[in-house]
């Protein structure tokens, strides 16, 4: 009965370890691929199954640029919060803004799946344990 005590436990951990993981080492990570800007939309164009997204202005270390937003259906002059690749060259192509939000409820999810995780190996122990009774 220890013996099996001791598998669940180590995979409890294990699971755990695992899950959070990516977020410490994403943690670390001193070089940003993104980073934040203001765009204002100079070509609406209309969503549909075909939609090449908005083009926008966005300034970029000075100098005014045009880019495909990630997104349609917006109105001329629109200001919108986006994403801005870090090295900017050639085609320049913008996404929506991150909120902290979205790394909040990523951060909840991963919980949530930790949590779960480890309900499944307790229930396992227990149904073991009750099983040998």
């Known amino acids: ?3 099996i005590l001791l598998v ?5 951990v294990l699971v755990a370890g695992l899950t959070v993981w990516p977020l410490v080492t994403a943690s670390g990570q ?4 993104e980073r934040r800007g203001t765009a204002v939309v100079v070509e609406p164009r209309p969503c549909g199954p075909r939609a090449a997204g908005d083009v926008v202005e966005v300034t970029i ?9 990630d997104g349609c259906g917006h109105t001329r002059g629109q200001r919108l919060e986006v994403m801005v690749p870090a090295r900017a060259a050639g ?3 913008v996404t929506p803004a991150k909120t902290e939000l979205s790394e909040l409820d990523a951060l909840a999810w991963r919980t949530n799946i930790v949590l779960i995780t480890l309900a499944a190996v307790a229930g396992g122990g227990y149904g073991i344990l009750l099983g040998r009774r």
């Open 1 to 3: 009965m220890a013996s």
């Open 8 to 12: 669940l436990g180590v995979l409890g």
């Open 30 to 33: 001193s070089e940003v691929a």
């Open 61 to 69: 270390d000075g100098q005014t640029r045009r880019a495909t937003f």
């Open 91 to 93: 085609k320049l192509r």
